[in-house]
């Protein structure tokens, strides 16, 4: 069995890495996949595709949508969609996909600290299994395909 497993959620920390490596060292068939983490491209995309804006509303409007088609097809092709919630900023754009992929009928893992439980328990019942670190993503990864445990 082969899963696609769309990775979402904080760009400030490496945890995407440490998934991507864990599923290669335990020999795992997933196809990862995950937005633009480069805040640069991310955000100029519009202007670098359709001509640049003198209107910061115009300009993250432009990036928004042709990173919202990006983000739209990955979720909707992946079985599984993990979104880290970190601590250092609010992800409102992890809370978005999280609905999303609730709201597609998705599995869906949660990733975050004891310390924002509170704020995310709506996020947190929508999810499949909600857990703290990448290794934990990778412990319920394997477990689904191999019915090992760690």
Known sequence: MKLRVYLSGEIHTDWRETIKQGVQEAGLDIE???PNTCHEDSDDCGDKILGAETNNFWKDHKASKINGLRTRKLISDA???VVRF???YKQWNAAFDAGYAAA???SLIVMHGS???HPLKEVDAAAQAVCETPEQVVDIL???MT???P
């Open 86 to 88: 970190g601590d250092k």
């Open 32 to 34: 990862i996949s995950a």
């Open 104 to 106: 597609l009928g998705k």
């Open 115 to 117: 310390d924002i439980v």
């Open 147 to 149: 019915n090992q445990l």
């Open 142 to 144: 394997r477990y689904v």
């Open 79 to 81: 079985d599984i969609v």
